[in-house]
């Protein structure tokens, strides 16, 4: 039996370790995905481009158009690094809200475009409008990063897509983006958003190189609004639930964001001159809406307000610039409103810590909101405002990314066993909202179109808000004083009081108001010189309060209009209203003081500024004044009582 053949051993062949496999570089991936980059960035400018013809309104003037520092260009960048964001329009530091403001990295931006060419409206729009696409496309990105996408679904299944396309539809955004001023919101955002990717990618590559870099983005995104601090929290977070990072190294990522937030707050105090607190009193509601409500009625009423910003979030309808007081009233915790906005939170809160180990898309979501949204709530610190909409616009990014995972991930698995096969009533169902969402959102761009379409647009939704009655009164105004047709003049005027009535009606005491009605009454006399209505009209708003107005229009009228009636007026004013019933003596004093200088002898003023001088304690100029008035009426038994009770008073 012959042997059987063996088969030769083969020489060993060296064996190859598999290739590394390396994130795919970020310009591949934009190469890729090149469709749903261009559909991104070309989307806000087909919602926007009406914004591009806009001119300025609302605070544009406070950080652009009347700031000082951005006026001088290039050479006013230190100034406004150094000093606090209102010093630019105000001439100094004056800590009108709570914490004041250090946002120098925006009004830059308008020191820079000052530089470049001038004050132009249009091109500051573009701006905001480029930067929101930039935002759309970096979320884009971070989805990708956080592993919701997919090479093997069609491009326009993708939750990244969906979830960046429903942020730049959603109509929340549209007092960021077609207000100039709404640009420290975006450049926040996008910031904070690109400090993410850098964090994500020195988790992913390892490359130290990536830790400064997200450092540097970090502290940018804080010059550009406080608001991006709670990103702190957020990164790590994300890379926890989306990266699977343990403690230690999502701790380490958020090492160079602590030192930057740390950098930041000592420039902060140092250009401010204190952390929070000013230790100046704020007392008008429209700088701290919750003054004279009780602690309980405070916080119901920011429960809420939380539970109005989620119904915004869902159904972004009817929209306004303006929520001052009291268009969102003080409420307590007997009112439903207050219970089922807390109860909402308190089960969102439960389904975020209970689902957190997890790692899931909508644990991470509400954490976001939550996160995101806590630092401008109220409930942290008052933010001078019961509430904005663009205090929505970092939190939506949960929300948007909620509803595009929910409708893709979620439902679309319900309906597979009924429609096998069918993408269809998935992409129905979003691009039915998304439909919604941008046509809201072109119909209400235009209402930033200038100060009048703006305020006319509020009024309508914002009819218990003091500040929205007197802003649509101030336009009339404004319009009536450009107007040179006598009668259309005076429509306006008298188009103008019933804003102006009510916004007093809401807030007495609001000086705004005050000085419009004056400024709206003075306009009235002189079309038609019934004095006797305009002085009846300014004792009206004296009793509301003091304005310089009134003081600069009645030194005008003193040389013009009839002495008997401003006498009149004087001591009617300076002695009964202001002296006896508010017991204001300075300001009294100043007013009989107007008197006499339209009537020297008048002898109810002379009575009267000696009574006056007596009631403040300054009884050397009583005695005075009452010696002088006895030269001219002898026997007026006022002024001889109260030479008498001066005289006691200097004698003792």
């Not at 090479?151 to 100039?180: C, S």
């Not at 003091?466 to 009668?487: F, I, V």
């Not at 002379?606 to 005075?624: K, P």
């Amino acid at each position: 039996m012959s042997k059987k053949r063996q088969p030769k051993p083969s020489s060993p062949k060296p064996t190859v370790p598999p290739a590394r496999q390396k994130p795919r570089p970020a310009t591949n991936f934009w190469r890729a995905q090149w469709l749903p980059t261009l559909l991104l960035f070309v989307l806000p400018f087909v919602l926007y481009q009406a914004s591009l013809k806009f001119g300025y309104v609302l605070d544009d003037k406070i950080v652009l158009s009347e700031n000082q520092f951005v006026k001088k260009g290039v050479g006013g960048i230190a100034d406004i690094f150094s000093t606090e964001s209102f010093t630019g329009f105000l001439g100094q530091q004056q800590d009108l809200v709570a914490g004041a403001r250090y946002r120098p990295l925006s009004i830059a931006t308008f020191a820079l475009e000052q530089e470049a060419y001038g004050s132009k409206p249009g091109r500051s729009h573009f701006w905001n409008i480029f930067l929101y696409a930039l935002t759309g496309l970096m979320l884009f990105r971070l989805f990708w990063l956080f592993g919701l996408g997919s090479n093997k679904r069609a491009w326009y299944l993708g939750i990244p897509l969906w979830a960046a396309v429903l942020f730049l539809l959603h109509p929340i955004h549209t007092e960021v983006v077609a207000n100039i001023k709404g640009r420290d919101e975006i450049l926040a955002l996008l910031l904070a958003l690109a400090t993410l990717y850098g964090s994500i990618r020195y988790h992913k590559s390892q490359r130290l190189w990536w830790l400064p870099i997200s450092g540097a983005l970090f502290f940018l995104a804080l010059l550009a609004k406080e608001n991006a601090l709670t990103f702190l929290a957020v990164i790590p977070i994300s890379l926890f639930v989306f990266n699977q990072a343990s403690i230690r190294k999502a701790a380490l990522a958020a090492a160079p964001l602590l030192l930057a937030f740390l950098v930041y707050l000592a420039i902060r105090v140092n250009v401010i001159g204190y952390l929070l607190d000013s230790g100046k009193a704020v007392t008008g509601i429209m700088n701290d809406p919750f003054v004279g409500a009780s602690l309980a009625e405070k916080y119901a009423t920011i429960s809420y307000t939380l539970g109005y910003y989620l119904r915004l979030l869902v159904f972004p309808h009817p929209l306004t610039h303006d929520y001052y007081p009291y268009q969102i009233p003080i409420i307590n915790w007997a009112d439903w409103r207050a219970w089922s906005s807390l109860l909402l939170y308190v089960a969102l809160a439960f389904f975020a810590v209970r689902h957190f180990r997890r790692k899931g898309v909508v644990s991470w979501s509400i954490w976001y909101y939550l996160i995101t949204l806590s630092i401008v709530s109220n409930v942290v610190f008052s933010v001078g405002a019961p509430m904005n909409e663009r205090f929505l616009y970092m939190p939506s990014v949960g929300f948007c990314l909620v509803l595009a995972y929910f409708t893709l991930a979620k439902l679309s698995g319900w309906v597979a066993p009924y429609l096998p096969g069918s993408n269809w009533p998935v992409l129905a169902l979003l691009g039915l909202i998304g439909l919604g969402y941008g046509a809201k959102t072109i119909n209400r761009v235009p209402d930033w179109k200038d100060e009048m379409a703006l305020n006319r647009a509020a009024i309508k939704v914002s009819t218990n808000s003091a500040r929205a009655n007197s802003y649509m009164a101030y336009s009339l105004y404004q319009a009536g004083l450009a107007e040179q047709d006598t009668g259309r003049k005076k429509a306006l005027f008298e188009e103008a009081l019933p804003y102006v009535n009510k916004a007093l009606e809401i807030y007495p005491e609001y000086t705004d108001a005050i000085t419009c009605k004056g400024g709206l009454v003075a306009g009235l006399y002189q079309l038609d010189g019934n004095l006797e209505k305009l002085l009846d009209e300014f004792y009206q708003l004296l009793q509301h309060g003091h304005v310089s107005f009134l003081d600069q229009y009645l030194a005008y009228l003193n040389s013009r209009a009839d002495p008997q009636m401003l006498a009149d007026f004087y001591y009617r004013a300076g002695f009964e209203l202001l002296a006896q019933q508010k017991k204001n003596y300075p300001l009294a004093i100043q007013y009989l003081n107007y008197g006499l200088s339209v009537q020297p002898s008048g002898q109810r003023l002379l009575e009267g500024m000696a009574v006056v001088r007596f009631e403040s304690g300054d009884y050397a100029q009583a005695l005075q004044v009452a010696q002088q008035g006895l030269q001219l009426y002898p026997n007026s038994a006022v002024l001889q009582e109260y030479q008498q009770k001066a005289g006691e008073q200097l004698q003792r």
